[in-house]
């Protein structure tokens, strides 16, 4: 079946420090492909999406391209800050399956002043 | 500019009571979902909904019910309360065709079964 695959956790690093946390996935459709963060004591809220091969998503200074060649959606930031602390999830959806979401395990992101 | 609520936020069950988690929103959305989260696990789907009056299972429906009467409400029902279903609870919702799929959460709903 569908399934997302992301990096263990915890990540931890100093402030301003390049951030990427790695996601692949596997489908048997064309996906469309999100990242998710949650902040403590929240709930899910969509960082940034990508619907075709070759897309980049951006927000807030994260980035991910859709590599479909590799399967990958790799979530990336130049500079982390204190407040990009959070679990972030990739997440999967395919064409025609209601709009529902496979998501990835999460990966814990501290970040340390 | 509520979105997603959920209630309650944190609720303690005894083995075999039963309980109901309330989810609304007020986004006109048809497609709403409830998933479960547990420990590096991620999230997990449990039943969703296309509109009032249609559900299906999701990926782990078992102890589970639900019902959409309205478009607005989408309840999940716990029967008899397991210590399995130890978990954090979240409520999603989705406008569906044309919007590629983005969900909305609501906070979440921390149930400990003891």
């Known amino acids: 079946g569908d399934s997302v695959t992301q990096m263990e956790g915890p990540v931890t690093l100093s402030e301003e420090a390049f951030l990427t946390i790695n996601c692949t996935y596997t489908?048997?459709?064309?996906?469309?492909l999100f990242w998710y963060v949650q902040y403590p004591g929240e709930g899910l809220q969509l960082l940034l999406k990508?619907?075709?091969?070759?897309d980049k998503g951006s927000n807030k200074g994260f980035e991910a391209t859709y590599r479909k060649e590799t399967t990958s959606f790799h979530l990336e930031k130049g500079s982390v800050q204190v407040s990009d602390s959070a679990v972030y999830f990739c997440?999967?959806?395919?064409?025609?399956?209601?709009?529902?979401?496979?998501f990835g395990k999460g990966t814990l992101l501290t970040v340390n002043p | 500019n509520a979105g997603v609520t959920q209630t309650p936020k944190f609720r303690i069950l005894k083995i075999g009571q039963s309980m109901t988690l309330q989810c609304a929103q007020d986004?006109?959305?048809?497609?709403m979902y409830w998933y479960r989260q547990d420990p590096g696990m991620g999230l997990k789907l449990i039943y969703y909904?296309?509109?009032?009056?249609?559900?299906d299972k999701g990926e782990v429906p078992n102890g589970y019910n639900v019902s959409r009467s309205t478009t607005e409400d989408f309840p999940l029902r716990l029967e008899l309360a397991a210590p399995s279903q130890t978990s954090v609870y979240f409520c999603?919702?989705?406008?569906?065709?044309?919007?590629?799929?983005?969900?909305?959460f609501g906070e979440g709903s921390r149930l400990t079964v003891l």
């Open positions: 997440a999967l959806t395919l064409r025609g399956s209601n709009y529902k979401l496979t």
């Open positions: 990508a619907t075709k091969a070759d």
């Open positions: 986004m006109n959305h048809n497609y």
């Open positions: 489908a048997t459709g064309y996906p469309s």
């Open positions: 999603a919702s989705s406008y569906g065709q044309g919007n590629t799929g983005e969900l909305f």
């Open positions: 909904s296309v509109g009032a009056g249609i559900t």
